[in-house]
Structure formats: C-alpha cells, structure tokens
C-alpha cells in the first residue's frame, strides 16, 4: 500500500508565476488535509477536503490560492501569482475518515522556492 | 487562545537520560489525540496514538488527561536518533490541529 505521494518534490517559480503542487492520498483514503510550513517555523493547516468537497478552508489565504480533490485524479493545491513568501514546504496528509482514532499520514512535502 | 500548546523547548538532554514533553488542548470536546515526530525537512511521521487509559510502545509512554486537557509523552533511555521536534496533536470538530512542536537533542 503506497503511502501518501506528493508531487513535485521541489519546485521553483518566478514571482507572478503559478505553482501548482499535486497530492495523491493514501488508497482507500478519502479525506486530504494540506498544511504549510515556513521555515523554522510549525505546520499551519490550510484546508481539509473530501472528494469534490472543500469541508474547510479558514487556513488558506483568501486571494491566489485555491484547492480542489476532483472524483478521479490527485489533489491539486494552486498558487497564482507566486510571490517570495509563499516559499515554504507543503505537506499533503490523508486519513481514512475523521474522528475517532483515526491518524493522518503525510507525504514527503513539496519544497516550493520563489525567485 | 491557540488549539494546542506545546513548550517549544528546546530540550537538550544526554544519552540515556528520561525527557518528558506536554501539551494542552483547548476544546473539551476534542475525539482523539497523538504524539508525531519530525525530523529536520522531512514530513511529520505518527508516534503514537494516545488512548485514554495510557499507552506505552518500547521506551515511549503517552497519557492523556481529560480533565485537565493535558497529554504529555515520556521518552526512557533517550537514543541520539530520538532528536527531533516532537508535535501534538489533537482532532477535533472533523479536524486536525497541530502543536507547534517541542525540539529535543540528544547528547553523546
């Protein structure tokens, strides 16, 4: 059983570029978190989607970024316009459902840089 | 007030030594609740759950205190590859809130 994949691992963007970072959860995993980490600093929750349904996104930035988890395909977090703060790790975790004990699981992270 | 609030240390502690880490959680309602470690730019990796009653794996024991909204982790005989920055987690209200992570290094 795969784990939790990300892709790419590292991406470099030019300021106004867009960044587009993939997530592929778990199988059998229906519930995508990302999260973004700056450095030296802790995980900041951005949103938390199901199939085809963002359930909660006060973590994300109301302008330039967006995300979606469509019935087929991986879920893609979107930053447009990319400027040099956005510079940080992105993790993607999944779980199987929430509540109960239920543990999320975390891909490698994609390291985006802005030049 | 912060979800969940952990010292963000650092500890630094010799070889073999006993370190204890605690967190505190604001939400009475919160479901579950585990212990990640992270390792410098990698992914957070889960530690352990921590169930009610107390759980202990190897040389690591978590509690949980529901009452005083307190979970703490206990690590015996530290080993040098048990630095790391340690997170607490807490889930609640269908989602997952993070500690900002305690730091340990282990001397020789």
């Known amino acids: 059983n795969a784990g939790v994949m990300q892709n790419p691992r590292h991406l470099v963007r030019r300021r106004g570029q867009e960044a587009r970072l993939r997530c592929s959860p778990m199988k059998g995993h229906s519930h995508v978190y990302w999260y973004r980490q700056l450095p030296e600093e802790g995980l900041k929750f951005m949103v938390y989607?199901?199939?085809?349904?963002?359930?909660?996104e006060s973590g994300m930035p109301k302008e330039r970024f967006s995300a979606e988890f469509p019935k087929e395909g991986p879920s893609i977090l979107r930053i447009q316009q990319v400027v040099r703060g956005d510079s940080a790790a992105y993790f993607c975790?999944?779980?199987?459902?929430?509540?109960?004990?239920?543990?999320?699981?975390f891909g490698p992270g994609t390291r985006l840089t802005v030049t | 007030r912060k979800e969940v609030e952990q010292d963000p240390g650092p500890f630094n502690v010799p070889e073999g030594a006993t370190v204890a880490f605690n967190c505190t959680y604001s939400?009475?309602?919160?479901?579950?609740f585990f212990w990640y470690r992270q390792d410098c730019r990698k992914e957070p990796k889960l530690l352990m759950s921590v169930y009610s009653s107390g759980n202990e794996d190897g040389r690591f024991t978590a509690q949980l205190n529901r009452a005083s909204q307190y979970i703490s982790l206990l690590i015996r005989d530290s080993k040098l590859s048990d630095s790391a920055t340690y997170l607490c987690v807490v889930n609640a209200r269908n989602q997952f809130y993070f500690g900002t992570g305690t730091s340990l290094t282990v001397i020789p």
């Open positions: 939400n009475s309602a919160s479901q579950s």
């Open positions: 975790a999944s779980s199987p459902r929430v509540g109960g004990l239920y543990e999320q699981y």
């Open positions: 989607l199901q199939k085809e349904n963002i359930i909660d």
